[in-house]
């Protein structure tokens, strides 16, 4: 069975496992003290041209979203997000878990704009609410979509100007990057935001992402958090060598091209077989609209995930490609298509 | 420098990172749900004798107990726990923060026992006071020490008698299984506790801790826990990989017996230089008692952890041996002591 | 000024007073343990038909919503209710705090309905997602709307089908139990629903709300959630005396009575003078839609609330009236409307 | 049945209550914005020679500790407490319910010193652990022990030093204040404490502590906290009339006054009764220590706590009085004991 379910149905990056072998018989520090993991924080401070970011690897997106947020607020704080966001979603109440309420406003293409954001701010004016605090953007967004410099810079004028924090979750940060459209680099996410995490799960990693803080105010006392958390692992190295690799020159960039490159191929087949899209996606998440009878048809040889019924014959499904899908599968898979 | 500080220094047991390279490009479910995963599962029931057992995978030792403590108890409930326990120690509150309290009992060697237990019960009559409802211990615990089959048998009745869950943190249990004095195997853990888990991070793994469920009530619903808890890795399988090595035939146990032989050489070179030890510890943890200049000498080549002042000139130091340590190493290190 | 902004801006039906002080000096036990909080939930249970509803006082609404529901939940579960429902909107994120989501629908008029309860479990079919456990009614409503006992009866049945709990807010119950076309009574409630509170402080008395749980499995252990929340008041009986007064007889529905004999007197004049209303309202709430210019000259010497706006020169109001309200005073403020 | 259990078996001071029936029909704005509670917090101010103190009024003692610990610690902060602490035994894990620990030190006498409190602070030194960041006094202590002014002022240097915050829970602290050896006044508290409560539940309102916050920084935001906690009553009124009542002149402490008379003459007739005591309380709560064969029988008519078992015949009892303990009773106590 071919998965197009999603991008973590692989292993790792092959060099990744190389790293990891190469080092094993290493006597370190633990907890992410060791040598490996330093190198890789300088490595992404280098990429984002932020020497001053605070950096630290968490095992995967849920934890990393769970701790930043619940550090980040006070008890009767609040986290702005899109109503498709994963922490509104797909989080088994995460962040509600740590005593936050995500506000979740109707997103545009799966996406935050400047106003909806101002529009939940002035609609929690005192304190028998609680009072939002923070902007949860997902880039891309869970339906692919990219937010463009200008808009994150309009949500940052908002945040700004209502006291908010900027947190951007990156979990397919490489598929962004690689994005022809993009025009949102590491330095400007960086710049932007006042913490955001670079997705290694679902780009090539074993496991692991790595959370930048910019602001370092925000940073102050998260090793704190990341301990009574759970999240910070023993042989923290394991992490440090991961992101050294992927941060090595374009590496993570490339990794994000191959997925695209593949969506692409599946995005201009689907669009050939006369497939409309839910939405419009650069990225490596597709969300072509098929009718009942082949979705049924395809589900034999195929695994992905029924997105949403669209009409009473027709459901938008999910498909998602990744840095180890192959070619031949993808044009294996097109050619089952009716023509 | 030579890490006498933790099991924790290495890599993964090579064999690991060659069945993670063997497996590398499968394609395969995620969360668990993967064939390694499922294989690990029933490896790890067999061995515990077990059928019924629910057995997941996470990442950490404070995120298992973490994730199994706030699953157990109803928001009013509390742990009780020897003062040296991890949960009241070393995990920054994460009990806490989950909304439980640890109840700390003055533990002899490390250890609770039953009448301690039932003392902690009994001061808590009332609803003015939180109701003690889980029991959570250490095997070996944070002093190195075991608990007999009797201790354990008289603690499952106690709790059986107050309706007490009964939890083990098995982080380092490989030396445990291992150690010469140990009458306690994984099917009468399977049987006398409610949960206990199996640890890897400390005993070859390159992280993950496998908790086993005996008590199927208590397991109901625990998926949900473990995403809330951000404990639920989106690549599964890298933990169930890791357990299906570890758990074939008698390699968990005999990756405890090699950090046990060198503890035993360890031991048995301090006791020829005349050391006394704050504790008998049977396992790979040891607490010798040094004079402090001696301390200062062997902190420039060593690296290890002060456990505490026992009088003016003397503090108990700890040092830990793991799979990997090397019998040259000890042996070199033996030889700097004063004769 | 005028007070039309709440049920709440006087003191307490004054035979309560009077209890109060003839019971001064008596010397009971606390934390609700005293005769008289006894008797009052005495009085309740036969009031409600229902001799085996655990009742304790509370002192306010949030207080008793946030207790009831972090007591009912597992730390993975939801409540549902309508996006109106006060602990979606105005309890700055109590339930929240206690670790749950609340899952907002879109109510009809304020009210949840059997098929929306149905969509909110329908939509959330896995451990990736909170599991709903827990519905969340307020009746009246917070637009002054109520449920037929028909509603109730199919809500029931959709939360007995999923295995969801009922749970109804009756902070302004008396309103509902007193309006014409009311069909639903204590002893509807007590079999109807898991739990419900009656409310005090908007109906009569000083503070103080009665929450009645005739479900027993999920009474148990809630004096530990009461004092675990600060939710238990050593001088319990304060609580019980007016509980005595308002559950004396027909006391409480004829303040309900009062109150909505006032709101009728409004809402008559109102149509009269040609407002139409944002909602129709049976109860003590009123929901007219005024021109601006009317709402900035009645500011001037009324205090109440602007609801929403519903067009670029009109916004709904809400008007409240209560047991104390005066007929003179409405005349006065109805004679200053427009012809 | 005679109370000596506690020091809440009866209602209000009676001109409380004649000040509530007073302004019982008076319509005022609600949550605590109305003008008795604006008088009753000037009065405070006044009192405590702070005008810049926030001042709030909330229902109890429990719910008190925990809103003002809640908020103002970080997720990964924790209290440090006296073993004998409120917070840390009777509380129900109420503090652990908003996610921290409370760190129990062995008082000495039931109060914590300087020296426990450092001691604490560098029994945590890193992020492993939680961060120790407020301390928790009870005055008068649980064992009715009172803190001299050069005890506070030093505890406030080693807060202070290591930016600890110091909280004072004065639940009876009308009892400390009327104490022949204190020399500890409101204005010395609001100069050393970053907040303290004043007691009304035990020292003659029918219900209600004031918090007083000189920290103005502590103070930002604690409305959202009150309201998320449900700890803001909707008619406030009720609590700012009863404190406009006891901070009128020397009105709280006169009723302290009466209550630490009638401990006297318990006290010295106890002493001539040959009792030993467990610890010298200068307050109102009284701790002889008592033959088991008198403990039963006066049972039969008085009302009392056990304290703590002393030796395998005694035990010492808890005996409290209150501004409405009448000296007849008192003489009438002590004339049954034997001679």
Request: proline content about 5%.
């Amino acid at each position: 069975m071919l998965y197009l379910k999603n991008d973590y149905a692989e292993g790792a990056y092959p060099p990744i496992l190389e790293a990891l072998a190469r080092t094993n018989l290493e006597s370190t520090d633990g907890y992410g003290e060791d040598p490996h993991s330093k190198h890789a924080r300088a490595l992404i401070r280098a990429q984002c041209a932020c020497p001053e970011a605070a950096v630290h690897f968490l095992s995967g997106g849920t934890q990393t979203n769970l701790c930043l947020i619940a550090h980040a607020l006070l008890p009767y704080q609040a986290a702005i997000a899109a109503d498709t966001g994963h922490i509104c979603t797909h989080e088994t109440g995460a962040i509600e878990a740590t005593g936050h309420k995500a506000i979740a406003m109707p997103g545009v293409d799966g996406k935050l704009t400047a106003s909806l954001i101002e529009e939940a701010v002035l609609a929690h004016p005192n304190h028998h609410m609680v009072e939002p605090k923070l902007v949860y953007l997902s880039h891309p967004s869970e339906l692919g979509t990219l937010y463009k410099k200008a808009e994150l810079k309009a949500i940052r004028e908002v945040c700004s100007r209502y006291h908010l924090l900027l947190y951007l979750d990156g979990a397919r940060l490489a598929s962004a990057l690689a994005a022809e459209e993009n025009d949102l680099f590491l330095p400007d996410l960086a710049q932007l935001c006042d913490a955001f995490y670079i997705g290694g799960t679902k780009c090539g990693a074993l496991f692991g992402e790595a959370l930048v803080i910019p602001n370092r105010r925000l940073a102050e006392g998260f090793l704190y958090t990341l301990k009574q958390r759970g999240a910070r692992l023993a042989k923290g190295r394991m992490l440090g060598i991961q992101f050294e690799v992927l941060m090595q020159g374009d590496t993570y960039q490339k990794l994000g091209e191959k997925a695209n490159q593949m969506a692409a191929i599946l995005r201009e087949g689907l669009r050939e077989a006369g497939c409309p899209f839910l939405v419009e996606s650069p990225t490596n998440q597709l969300f072509p609209i098929l009718p009942d009878a082949l979705i049924g048809q395809l589900q034999q040889r195929y695994d992905f995930i029924i997105q949403q019924r669209t009409d009473e014959s027709h459901q938008a499904v999910r498909f998602i490609t990744s840095w180890a899908t192959r070619e031949e599968d993808i044009r294996e898979f097109l050619s089952e298509l009716p023509a």
